[in-house]
């Protein structure tokens, strides 16, 4: 089982990313999956799911409006875009994936996002 985050970067503020999280060894398609950012000093949050079937959407109150998630089943990927940055978006993000269950997860290893100019 595998989760491999990237697209992270350094970009100034009020620019865009856009991160992938590339998943194999699991059936994909049967899971949920999560974006969650971690920063400096601070606690691991949610930012973003995405659920399996009907392809809902949560965002954290934080990243509304900003941030866009999506999966593309066919590929076994999950995409994050990222729009108006700021510096508080500076963290390591990660994708998380859950089963139906929730008797499985799996996360990556993290693809650091830094926001300055």
């Known amino acids: 089982v595998q989760l491999v985050e990237s697209g992270g970067g350094l970009v100034q503020p009020g620019g865009s990313l856009r991160l992938s999280c590339a998943a194999s060894?699991?059936?994909?398609?049967?899971?949920?999956i999560s974006w969650y950012r971690q920063a400096p000093g601070k606690e691991r949050e949610l930012v973003a799911t995405?659920?399996?079937?009907?392809?809902?959407?949560i965002y954290a109150d934080s990243v509304k409006g900003r941030f866009t998630i999506s999966r593309d089943n066919a590929k076994n990927t999950v995409y994050l875009q990222m729009n108006s940055l700021n510096p508080e978006d500076t963290a390591v993000y990660y994708c998380?994936?859950?089963?139906?269950?929730?008797?499985?997860?799996?996360w990556g290893q993290g693809t650091q996002v830094t926001v300055s100019s």
């Open positions: 060894g699991f059936t994909f398609s049967s899971y949920a």
């Open positions: 995405i659920t399996r079937l009907h392809r809902s959407t």
């Open positions: 998380k994936a859950v089963s139906s269950s929730s008797s499985y997860n799996y």
